[in-house]
């Protein structure tokens, strides 16, 4: 079985700047999680869809990040304009559904903004 | 505020013996406990899970023990084995409408000595 699949990797951008992650859920997985790790922290929670609907996106600042769940299947995370602090590891995470389900983690993309 | 703390940041463990890491949580509206093993470069891995209604929960090695008076969580794990050294991340859940995304811990990073 596949696992969560992130693209890039890796990306470094200045301030000001806009950046776009990808990621893609195993297959069947009606639930997607995008989270935060800084340097040093666990990993927080950005937003929560299932299927294509938002759930919970309480923890996502809103005037500069958005994310996309077209389809119920793919999703983008895209930060405009990055701010040094937006500098970190962003996991995806996919479950069969909400509670109780395990959730399964992608590699990350790790951002650095200079 | 963190909610979910884990106060040691490392913890050094000879091969063979138990390693046991610790967790508190503040808020009461957590039912279902998780904890997750980092590899560098990797996303978390799931490794065990508890739910409220349960004091312990067994998986091979791995045993997670939660005292819900105390607020507070341990991961076993006997016999220790080089490839456990990794971050130690633990998490929790609160039911609410569907959301489910995890609160973490800062982690433990855990180091098995030959």
């Known amino acids: 079985e596949a696992g969560v699949a992130q693209s890039p990797r890796y990306k470094i951008i200045e301030k000001r700047q806009s950046v776009a992650f990808w990621c893609n859920p195993i297959s069947g997985h009606a639930t997607l999680y995008w989270y935060q790790q800084i340097l040093g922290q666990g990993p927080k929670l950005l937003i929560q869809f299932q299927n294509n609907g938002v759930v919970d996106d309480s923890q996502l600042p809103k005037d500069r990040f958005s994310a996309e769940r077209l389809k119920g299947v793919d999703s983008t995370l895209k930060i405009q304009p990055a701010k040094l602090e937006d500098s970190a590891v962003y996991l995806c995470a996919s479950s069969l559904g909400p509670r109780f389900y395990e959730q399964y983690f992608g590699p990350g993309t790790r951002l650095t903004v200079t | 505020d963190q909610q979910v703390k884990q106060n040691s940041p490392s913890l050094s463990v000879q091969e063979g013996r138990i390693s046991i890491l610790n967790c508190d949580y503040t808020?009461?509206?957590?039912?279902?406990f998780l904890w997750y093993k980092k590899y560098p470069a990797e996303g978390p891995t799931f490794l065990i899970s508890?739910?409220?209604?349960?004091d312990k929960n067994e998986d091979g090695r791995f045993t997670v023990f939660l005292n819900k008076s105390a607020k507070h969580l341990s991961l076993h794990i006997v016999p220790s084995q080089p490839g456990d050294s990794a971050v130690y991340f633990c998490?929790?859940?609160?039911?609410?409408?569907?959301?489910?995304?995890?609160?973490f811990g800062k982690g433990t990073h855990l180091i098995i000595q030959p």
């Open positions: 508890i739910s409220s209604i349960k």
């Open positions: 808020n009461s509206m957590f039912d279902y």
């Open positions: 998490a929790a859940s609160a039911a609410g409408g569907g959301a489910d995304g995890l609160t």
